[in-house]
């Protein structure tokens, strides 16, 4: 039997439990012989109901129709040993056996960021994860995150503007979750993104799938940004995962009269990275630097071109809308990118371009 049919029969026995297919499938194997011997199954803690589960699984050729139908729907499967698996998620202690791929595999390889939040977040939370998501995918990185409402969404949004996204699911390869982002879903793909899971086809969400999401998101990534969270949230686990695995974790702080920052305070306390623009992010993770100018060097080639209205010193916000003719809604917005990169600085009297600020002092 062809082997990519033996190992999504095998994901589809294990229902989702990714360290039983992990173990499963850490011996080579040649047929159905091999994974089934009762050796193998004590050697691996295989579930006797799982092994039931197989056997069922390869009589009935489910994992044959199954395979055809990802194939059809555009899915890839990546087993650990290919060369496309992206190497930081061979870093992490329990890495899955498998993932199931929407799009470019190779996109799983590029530098990442993730970006988590609270579900329901504020005005203030959404904007921020737009504005730094669309600032980091056009300095080239691509956005991680997991395709939740709420922050998820918005960074997704936010880096379809700028550059490229990816989106871990906490359900099988099928419908989207939650149903309200399909659209957002195939934008991502149409846009040169791509979707990921570990989980078999056809398996629907469940509550403990998103944890085990989570340390996916952390694990492809090179820093997770926490934008907004409660005290007691499923991105602090994201950051905490993060932080186990070697990574950088960025936190950025808001109100102490909002409970949704209450979260990311805790984290500041804890030793994250305080986040209030770009430069906080590449002064701390230097590599990022690198990658960052690189990409700005070839793709924009110049300076913004907002920056040629700004004079030394001080600039107001109306002194640059009659120097530019810019609306001021749209202003407000290069503004704010502007300031999220590092290209300027709000100072007393309107903004001043960060080479200005020794005039300034």
Known sequence: MDREILTLSTCLACGGNSSELQRWLAEPFACAR???????QRR??????????????????????????????????????????????????????????????????RPQLAMVGARHASTEGLDNARRFARTLANAGFTITS???????????????????????????????YPPRNQALAQQIINKGGALITEFPPGLPPRPQFFPQRNRLISGLSLAT????????????????????????????????HNPLSKGCHRLLRDGANWLESVADLLAVFGCLTHVAESTLATAAGAAHPLLQYFVS???????LQLRSAINISELSRL????ELSGDIRRVPGGYARCHDQQELS
């Open 313 to 319: 010193g001080p600039n107001s916000i109306d002194q």
């Open 146 to 176: 997991g395709l939740a409402l709420g922050i998820d969404r918005a960074a997704h949004e936010g880096a379809l503007q700028g550059g490229t996204t990816l989106a871990v699911l906490g359900h099988g390869p099928g419908p989207c």
């Open 44 to 109: 691996a803690r295989i579930r006797s109901a799982s092994a039931s589960a197989l056997q069922e699984i390869l009589n009935s050729g489910e994992g044959e129709r199954r395979l055809q139908q990802l194939r059809m729907d555009g899915w890839q499967m990546l087993e650990a040993g290919d060369n496309a698996w992206p190497d930081l998620l061979r870093q992490i202690d329990d890495a899955p056996a498998l993932l199931f791929v929407h799009g470019d595999p190779a996109l799983l390889s």
């Open 34 to 40: 091999d994974l089934l011997s009762p050796a193998r």
């Open 225 to 256: 940004i926490v934008v907004e969270a409660a005290e007691r949230s499923g991105s602090l686990i994201t950051a905490r995962l993060a932080a186990a695995q070697g990574r950088e974790v960025f936190a950025i702080p808001g109100s102490i």
């Open 335 to 338: 503004l704010s990118d502007l």
